[in-house]
């Protein structure tokens, strides 16, 4: 059998454009992770582990809820098995 490489889709495609533009948008989401020695806030889009630790809950999700209001993103809450626990 001979495979024969497909052509990207036109970029004035809409349904394209769209699709870009959610991957886009939810790449700019907030993390907030449960550690055991606290809570971090960190952006989606990094794949390190780097962020702000916070020891208290409540100021983690303060803090990336400021962060995502600013960004138009969402605040995506994690426990420390990576279960998600709120939106």
């Known amino acids: ?3 024969r490489k ?3 889709p036109a970029k004035s495609n ?8 959610a991957v886009e948008k939810g790449r700019r989401n907030y ?3 449960q550690n055991g020695s606290g809570w971090y806030v960190r952006k989606a889009s990094v794949r390190t582990s780097n962020g702000k630790l916070f020891r208290d ?3 983690a999700v303060r803090t990336a809820n400021a962060r ?5 993103s969402r605040v995506l809450v994690f ?4 279960d998600l626990i709120s939106r």
């Open 6 to 8: 497909l052509p990207p």
């Open 1 to 3: 059998m001979k495979f």
């Open 57 to 59: 809950k409540s100021e």
């Open 14 to 21: 809409k349904l394209v454009q769209e699709y870009v533009d």
């Open 68 to 72: 995502a209001n600013r960004n138009e």
């Open 31 to 33: 993390y907030v992770i």
């Open 79 to 82: 426990n420390n098995k990576g």
